[in-house]
């Protein structure tokens, strides 16, 4: 499974960013999908995962501002970032889990200024 994030950006707080992730080769199987992310001098943590039916779940620091959202026809998995704040500002990366194996894309940096 390769996964290929799009969308970061620079933002001013208070702002809203989409990111993208596009699951490609061996995609059959894939049961969830989902953000991670890592701030400078901290550990990777989760932001939203998705599940096949659509069931979402969210670090307790996002909910109400963050949205996931999944279109299986495309394997892309979303994430609309609303009220952007600077504690916010990380690496974000996509996942795929699949057969109880996760899969990492490469991250996009989500700066937010003050």
């Known amino acids: 499974v390769q996964l290929q994030a799009s969308g970061g950006g620079l933002v001013q707080a208070g702002g809203s960013l989409r990111l993208s992730c596009v699951a490609s080769g061996s995609i059959f199987g894939i049961n969830a999908m989902g953000w991670y992310r890592q701030a400078p001098g901290k550990e990777r943590g989760l932001v939203a995962r998705?599940?096949?039916?659509?069931?979402?779940d969210y670090a307790e620091s996002v909910k109400g501002r963050f949205t996931i959202s999944r279109d299986n026809a495309k394997s892309t998995v979303y994430l609309q970032m609303n009220s952007l704040e600077p504690e916010d500002t990380a690496v974000y990366y996509c996942?795929?889990?699949?057969?109880?194996?996760?899969?990492w894309g490469k991250g996009t940096l989500v700066t937010v200024s003050s």
């Open positions: 996942n795929a889990v699949r057969s109880g194996k996760g899969f």
């Open positions: 998705i599940t096949n039916g659509g069931s979402a």
